[in-house]
């Protein structure tokens, strides 16, 4: 008998794993996971969120692909919330609580009901690769595949750190895997270690809500997933608490200072600065006597409550004493001690845009053990990953998404083009063109992305319409202009506005103190065009930005094409030409393009001149 | 804001002041009506890549005999029309005839790289991608880090630095308000976000009001003075100034701050500063001051140390002084050259440019005093090459060898590094060591000027500092007007990136990584 020779198989079942194998059995392919025997597939270890400013975006990016996660979100969600309100649609995102069993229920739920896609629940302890890769498990069982995604997050030589006790795991509760460089014996070898944590998880029935500050959903947020009703919610709604944690409860950790792993050198792995651990906090900002912590229920079926702010790996003990000083924790009953996690992580500069690693056809690395933070990143370039092995497999050109078009373009490019001292998490502040990567022209943007797959799915559908919609808006938005004889009505409707007397719709979305969408609307229904929140919402604000757009662009413009010029870091390491200290770094340093040598530090203007003007 | 039309450009291409001769440049769409006025010889009858010797005219007066060539574009370095004269090195020279030029309006001056810059505009690459090339060396060498740093006062230099730091304060401000609300809350948020916009809006008005007033005196090069204690820094200060600005005493270590003085050179001011003597000391303000003085030596333009050749403590291994270069030694305390014998093994460690022998004994002035007399410590020595301070010489070839060991030939006790690239009127003392009528104020003119010119020819930096800096300004009034209608933060941020590339010129690109730095470190960001 044949052994059965899968096409493509992912390497963990987390957010990344969940995503690629999903999208890579789009393509009818034999696809399997290969996942730990105990661990959910698509849980949130952490705190049960998805979204959030940057990270929504990516969700609809994700979404208008044609990925799993929008989806899911919205149906396991338990709380919206629209950040940035009052900001500017630009940088306006969607986060919500999600319920995470029901989360990995409506997950597991969607892979199974895939028949081309295999669940194996296996410890793996061996991967080699001859003509296929061979992936040996723990019952010595061999599974064949043509191409391999490694999503283990954060698996791979996992150590979970809770005061003094440390004990091998991925996660609480869970065996870890082999390091990189006994799993991937003869093909790489890893050497870099982050860090991260969580906070305790408190049983609801101990906490005194009465006198604590409520968070409600927020109704008029928009569901992540661009097919369903905007507004339509699936499980009912609830709210988040906020406290804060004060002096009396910082004192007690200053108190611990070298009982705490991360401070007397227990852990060496880099944690994450933008999420730091309540140690951090009280030692980092001696000033301040006061933090929030946001109370977050898990699930309707579970009765932990996440504290977020208070990520930690004190000793129990001493978790248990500084939550008691939290108001409304008084009485706090801890379920499930807080701890940190030092794991494994590869050097993405190995990777090129598809995420597959340059110098080993056919793996890919996607997630948390690329380095990164997030399930919204870490499912992005599970997606990106999976896209592209599918997309190989049949030698179609990959998905390579331009970092001017989307934040996970951002992600792709910064993860494989620079190297990081701490996982890596996306901000808005990251990308060049943010006014154009919103939250309501994603389909916009991914529709060019989605139409090459050449799958013609619902999604696909929609896609079409959509922009069919918008060239239709697009033209009445810039065919109007407003007669004499309508200033009077105009006036009535736009008291705040002076001079709009024969004055272009479009410049009307464009004015600072009128909301566009708005205006975009009733403009249209005044005329008896009636058009979906969503499209009108996309071309108000199309129009709105479309100017800054421009501008941004040509600034863009002016240094990607110097940026993207390819140059040849052995030859310019042997260049006469080049002084003996800008060779040394560029033999350290081997940048590919011109936009990485000129960021490399200490590189001479007069060297970059001459590269410039090089042939290479 | 970079102005790329093709317009007229001229400039040196040599290092001012020191070949015989220096190289010309005129490039651009050459008109030869607009040049005929100032060639004797007739533009419409010469031919490309011949040489030709002709006169600068200015009117009927001929500025200078030069030579000419011409190179059509595009088989040009530029790849357009280019003149290119080769006239008298001398700096004033230069100056003058591109002065002729500009002022006529035949042409306008180069800004720094632009010869090059044209080169690539027309033949290598496109114009989009040269401009992204002039920015990229731009935030490599902002015109704070530029070599014309060493130019800028401590008190522009100080306040460049508080410019990018009130600019990454600002853009952090703006950042933190869409990436991190959450964390710092939106009334936290208005407040970081005004403070910031005040500071730094405040400190633009400032440098704008300083450039526009007091140009010269922000634009002043340092001139340092250094020495271990006790070794007659500040007599040097004093003499050089004519009075007792500094406190002058015998006990070692009187100066422990530093004191600065402005001194007009020509038209130019140079701030001269008095510093703390270097030593080891358990003294904490004396450390405190030695550490500035150490931080004036990266700063200063122009660095004089002054030295007792027969102190012994200045010349132990520990003194950082020894291995430091500088553009003038002065070695006090020479009237017991006769008497007693100076530690010349050392001396002839120390690292100068040039060299002065002085006493500051006679009437508490230096030099030129005792230079009046005939045995006066060193004057009349030099000419023969025996006398009262032969011992000094005598073990080594040459007159005064172990000081001018790299030099080639016997110079005066103030030399000139490779006397042969020196032309008359820039050797220091052309007649005589330190020749009666020539003080110490004079040769620190001399000298210093030199310097300058060879780091700034004809105060073109200067000229672009003021010009950035009056951009700047523009730009900001323009944002600042912009922050009260606008409440889209995102369109704030964009409208942020005309100041930020003014900004850059000054000081150098800010990365995105760079504010996401700045956040971390100042705000306590994660749920």
């Known amino acids: 008998m044949s052994k059965t020779i899968y096409d493509i198989c992912v390497l963990g079942g987390g957010h990344a794993g969940a995503e690629a194998a999903w999208i890579a059995s789009e393509f009818n392919l034999k696809v399997a996971i290969v996942t730990m025997p105990n661990v959910a597939i698509a849980s949130t270890p952490c705190n049960p969120s998805i979204g959030g400013v940057g990270k929504g975006q990516v969700v609809r990016e994700l979404d208008a692909l044609g990925g799993l996660m929008g989806k899911m979100a919205d149906l396991s969600a338990i709380q919206y919330r629209i950040l940035n309100e009052s900001k500017g649609a630009a940088v306006q995102s969607t986060r919500v609580q999600v319920d995470k069993v029901a989360y990995q229920e409506n997950v597991l739920t969607a892979l199974r009901g895939r028949k081309n896609l295999k669940i194996i629940e296996l410890k793996v302890t061996k991967i080699t690769k001859e003509n296929v890769f061979k992936i040996v498990c723990e019952n010595l069982s061999e599974i064949l595949s043509k191409k391999l995604i490694v999503t283990t997050g954060t698996f791979l030589g996992g150590k979970l750190h809770c005061g003094e006790i440390q004990a091998a795991g991925g996660r609480a509760n869970c065996e870890n895997s082999a390091s990189v460089s006994s799993l991937f014996q003869n093909i790489l070898s890893s050497g870099i270690r982050f860090k991260t944590g969580t906070p305790p998880r408190i049983d609801k029935n101990s906490i005194n809500y009465k006198i604590l500050e409520v968070q409600p959903t927020d109704t008029g947020a928009v569901n992540f997933h661009c097919l369903s009703s905007p507004f339509l919610r699936t499980l009912p709604q609830t709210s988040c608490h906020l406290t804060r944690i004060n002096q009396s409860g910082l004192d007690i950790i200053r108190q611990n200072r070298n009982r705490s792993p991360i401070f007397n050198g227990q852990i060496s792995g880099v944690g994450p600065r933008y999420c730091p651990s309540i140690e951090d906090k009280a030692f980092r900002y001696p000033d301040r006597n006061t933090h929030h912590v946001f109370l977050e229920p898990e699930s309707y079926s579970l009765n932990t409550v996440y504290p977020s702010g208070v990520s930690t790996s004190l000793p129990s003990e001493v978790q248990e004493n500084f939550i008691r000083q939290i108001p409304g924790l008084e009485e706090a009953k801890i379920l499930q001690y807080g701890y940190a996690v030092e794991y494994d992580v590869i050097n993405t500069q190995m990777l090129n845009h598809s995420l597959m690693c340059k110098e080993i056809e056919g793996l890919y690395f996607a997630g948390q053990v690329n380095g990164t933070s997030g399930y919204e990143e870490a499912a992005a370039q599970g997606f990106i990953a999976g896209a592209n092995a599918a997309l190989s497999s049949f030698n179609q050109a990959p998905l390579l998404l331009d970092r001017n078009q989307s934040y996970i373009g951002v992600l792709i490019d910064d993860l494989v083009t620079t190297r990081r001292d701490e996982p890596y998490r996306l901000f808005t502040a990251r990308a060049e063109n943010r006014l154009h990567l919103r939250d309501d022209n994603a389909v916009l943007r991914m529709a060019p992305y989605r139409s090459k797959f050449g799958l013609n799915n619902e999604i696909d559908i929609f896609s079409r319409n959509f922009l069919n919609t918008q060239n239709l808006i697009s033209k009445i938005v810039h065919s109007r202009v407003y007669k004499n004889s309508e200033t009077e009505s105009l006036k009535k409707r736009y008291p705040s506005e002076l001079g709009v007397k024969n004055v272009a719709l479009a410049d009307l979305l464009r004015r600072p103190n009128l909301k566009p969408t708005a205006v975009l609307r009733q403009e249209a229904e005044n005329d008896g065009v009636f058009i979906s929140e969503q499209a009108i919402n996309c071309a108000a604000n199309t129009e709105k930005y479309s100017g800054y757009i421009l501008r941004a662009g040509e600034n863009l413009d002016r240094m990607a094409g110097l940026h993207r010029k390819k140059i040849d870091p052995e030859k310019l390491a042997t260049c006469s030409n080049i002084s003996f200290e800008c060779r040394l770094r560029i033999k350290k340093f081997t940048p590919q393009t011109f936009g990485q040598l000129s960021k490399i530090e200490g590189i001479r203007p007069a060297t970059l001149i001459y590269v410039a003007n090089q042939e290479l | ?527």
Not at chain 2, 16 to 31: F, H, K, P, T, Y
Not at chain 2, 246 to 261: A, C, F, H, M
Not at chain 2, 422 to 435: C, F, R, W
């Open chain 2, 1 to 527: 804001m970079n102005d790329y039309r093709p317009a007229i450009i001229a400039s040196s291409s040599s290092v001012a002041g020191v070949g015989a001769i220096a190289v010309l440049r005129i490039s651009g769409d050459l008109n030869f009506n607009n040049f005929q006025k100032f060639f004797k010889v007739n533009l419409s009858k010469i031919e490309e890549r011949y040489c030709y010797y002709t006169k600068i005219l200015d009117g009927s007066s001929v500025l200078d005999e030069i030579l000419l060539v011409f190179f059509k574009g595009p088989r040009s370095f530029t790849g357009e029309d280019v003149l290119e004269i080769h006239a008298h090195g001398n700096r004033l020279n230069i100056k003058n005839i591109l002065d002729l030029f500009i002022k006529n309006g035949a042409c306008r001056m180069a800004k720094k790289g632009e010869f090059a810059h044209r080169a690539f505009l027309n033949k290598k690459i496109s114009l989009i991608q040269a401009e992204g090339l002039e920015r990229i060396i731009n935030a490599k060498t902002p015109l704070a880090l530029s070599s014309g740093m060493s130019l800028l006062s401590g008190k522009l230099n100080q306040q460049y630095t508080e410019l990018f730091k009130l600019f990454l304060k600002l853009k952090s401000a703006l950042e933190l308000g869409i990436d991190f609300l959450e964390d710092v809350g939106e009334e936290g948020h208005h407040k970081i976000l005004s403070e910031a916009l005040f500071q730094l809006g405040f400190a633009i008005k400032k440098l704008h009001q300083q450039a526009k007033h007091f140009n010269k005196e922000l634009l002043s090069p340092h001139v340092a003075v250094f020495g271990i204690p006790n070794a007659g820094k500040s007599s040097f200060f004093n003499c050089v100034l004519g009075s007792d600005r500094s406190i002058v005493s015998d006990i070692p270590g009187t100066t422990r701050d530093y004191i600065s003085e402005y001194l007009e050179f020509d038209s130019t001011t140079v701030m001269l500063l008095d510093t703390a003597g270097v030593r080891q000391s358990s003294d904490l303000i004396e450390n405190f001051g030695i550490k500035k003085t150490l931080a004036l030596y990266e700063k200063s333009l122009f660095r004089v140390l002054v030295v007792n050749p027969f102190d012994k403590d200045f010349f132990i291994t520990t003194n950082p002084l020894i291995n430091m270069e500088f553009d003038l030694i002065v070695f006090s305390h020479c009237e017991d050259i006769f008497s007693t014998d100076p530690f010349l093994p050392f001396v002839e460690l120390l690292k100068g440019e040039r060299f002065v022998f002085c006493s500051f004994k006679e009437n508490g002035k230096m030099g030129p005093v005792s230079l009046q007399t005939e045995v006066g410590p060193i004057g009349p020595v030099f000419k023969k090459y025996e006398g009262p301070i032969a011992p000094l010489l005598k073990k080594f070839s040459g007159p005064i060898g172990p000081l001018a060991k790299n030099l080639a030939g016997p110079i005066g006790p103030l030399s000139c590094l490779n006397p042969v690239q020196v032309s008359k009127d820039q050797l220091i003392l052309s007649s005589g060591p330190i020749g009666p009528g020539c003080n110490l104020l004079q040769i620190l003119e001399k000298i210093v000027l030199y310097k300058i010119g060879q780091v700034s020819p004809d105060g073109v930096v200067a000229e672009r500092h003021v010009s950035v800096i009056e951009q700047l300004f523009f730009e900001w009034n323009i944002f600042l007007d912009k922050t009260s209608k606008q409440s889209d933060i995102a369109i704030l941020l964009s409208d942020l990136v005309l100041v930020e590339e003014t900004i850059a010129e000054l000081v150098g690109q800010i990365a995105s990584e760079d504010v996401l730095n700045n956040i971390f470190d100042n705000f306590c960001i994660g749920k």
